[in-house]
Each structure stands twice: as C-alpha cells, then as structure tokens.
C-alpha cells in the first residue's frame, strides 16, 4: 500500500511511498481511509521522528476487517477514529475503542475533523465544569479546535468571546454566538469564569487574569512555544482558581471515545455543530496543507482527501 512517510530531505516534506499492509491485533480494526486531518501535533512529529516514519492521527474510512475479538464496529461501516500516528494511509489499523460509526449526513471530509480537535474541545469544556450562565473565553479561537470549543460553549448556554490574531482569523465565530475580539495586542476587558487556552505566553496570563474568583483555565496548547507565566498575586487575588491541562492522547486512556465520538457526531448530523474544513487537498500533494497549517493561514482544520 501508499503512505505519507518522512524523510531525509525536510521534516515537513512528506514523500509517498510504498510500504507493507497493517497487520492488526486483535483489538483493530482494519480500516481504508477515505480521508485525514493535519495536526500541529503531526507536525512536532515529524521533527522528532526517525525518517521514514508513518504519521496521522485523525482517520475516516470503511472497515474491511472487523477486529478479531468481536469488538468494534462491523465491516463494511464508515467509521472515525484515533489512529495511532499512521492515518497518513490507504490503509491502517486502528484500536476499537478508538473508533466510532459516521451516521449519514456527515460526510467523510467533515467526520476527519473531529476526532483531535472535537474531543480535545469536548474534554477541555467539561473539565472546566457547568457552563450554563458562564462566560468562556477561547484564545486560538479560529483553529480546529477553537471553533468546536466556541460551539459547544455556545449550545451548553455559556456568553462567549473568541479571541483570535486578527480580523481574518475571526471570520465565521460571530456567526456560532461567539464575541469576536481580534489582536492579541488589545485583550478582551470583560471579567470571565472558564478560559480555554491554546495559545501560551503572554496570551495566558492576560487570559489567566480575566478570571473571576472560582474560575477555570484549560490549557491544552502552547501554539507561540513560550513559558506559561502566572502573575505574581495569581492565587491571592483569585481565590478558588484552578488550572487544568489536556493532553489528548493521556485523556483519551480515561475516556469512552466511541461514546464521545458519537456524541459530536450526531451533534454535525443534526446541524447543532459546523466542523467542515477550512482547506481540502489530496493526499497525493500534502505540501500545499502542511504550509497552510504551518503557517496559521487556514481557519479551521486542514483536511487530506484519499
């Protein structure tokens, strides 16, 4: 089969190649996959990893071969999954507590975007607690991530405001109730009780002072590659203030993910939540998607087509 693989040329440059089918354990699915996600996560990955590397996280697909052991959907059925840093494929083998069914009405593009960023989104709102009544404020709020956040927030009766970089990264978010506040150099001023942070440094902690007493941060990102900076009366002058952090693929051991999967699916299905893409390509030529992602062009999440 055809994978997306590293190489020695550039991190960031994927190379098509041929490499052998997955075998998978009894515990996977055998998965073709109609479509993917980039992540900034695959990215950091494919500095890391050795070349030749598969990646990919984000998976939708038809299951040729129901798993072993029983579990998991059966085959023939369009699924969405995290798959273990090796979606990039025609083929790839995914663990069923990883997967769930895509009902009709969602298409294979739309279903791609949800598995990283819609749980991420999901987890972080539901460690910072009620929403009904709040007011949450998402930084990074034009990514894949982000614009799940603002919806969710939004339909679970929480006022919004989504700051963004600028005025083009907010395009869209006013239309999901959001408050738009665009430039990190001019914060938001309103006093808030739920802060979902993606950004890191500076837009942190002026994040972090906007909480009321009681508050919550979620942090699940740090997209400028900064220290996390806590002002120096940052526990004295909120009192009850806590932080949370995610990380993904640690919550996810914790988790029902088919369940939750499911839940953000159906929410597409019935029109309660927008997760299209913001950029479609082919896999064949990935490059044009890398440096949309790399360079922060895309509101939204970036999509490869198989």
Known sequence: MKALVTTTLDPLALE????????????????????????????L????????????????????????????PPA??????LAANNAWAELTAVRTDRLAAVPDGVTDTDAATLPVAGLTALYALQKAGWLLGKHTLVTGASGGVGRVAVQLAHAGGSKVTAWV????RGTGLAEFGAKVV?????????????????????????????LRRGGVATVFGNTVRAELRLPADWGHARPGVRIEYLFLLD????RDVPADLALLLALVASGKLVAEPGL??????????????????????????M
């Not at 098509?16 to 990215?43: F, G, K």
């Not at 030749?52 to 072993?68: F, Q």
């Not at 970089?165 to 083009?168: L, Q, R, V």
């Not at 490059?287 to 999509?303: F, P, T």
């Open 280 to 305: 479609l390509t082919p896999w064949t030529d990935p490059q044009r998607a890398i440096a949309a992602l790399h360079s922060r062009s895309v509101n939204g999440k970036v999509v490869l087509s």
């Open 182 to 210: 665009a430039g990190y150099e001019e914060p938001p001023t309103t006093p808030v009780d739920i802060l979902v942070d993606s950004v890191g440094g500076e837009v942190f902690t002026t994040g972090y002072t906007s």
């Open 251 to 254: 919550e996810v051991t914790r």
């Open 76 to 81: 023939g059925a369009r699924v969405t999954g």
């Open 16 to 43: 098509l190649r041929s490499v052998p089918d997955p075998r998978p354990r009894p515990d996977e699915a055998l998965i073709e996959v109609h479509a993917t996600a980039l992540n900034r996560a695959d990215l």
């Open 165 to 168: 970089g600028s005025e083009a």
């Open 45 to 72: 990955l494919a500095i890391r990893r050795p070349v030749g590397s598969p990646l990919g996280l984000d998976v939708v697909g038809t299951v040729l071969r129901a798993a072993a052991d029983g579990s998991g």
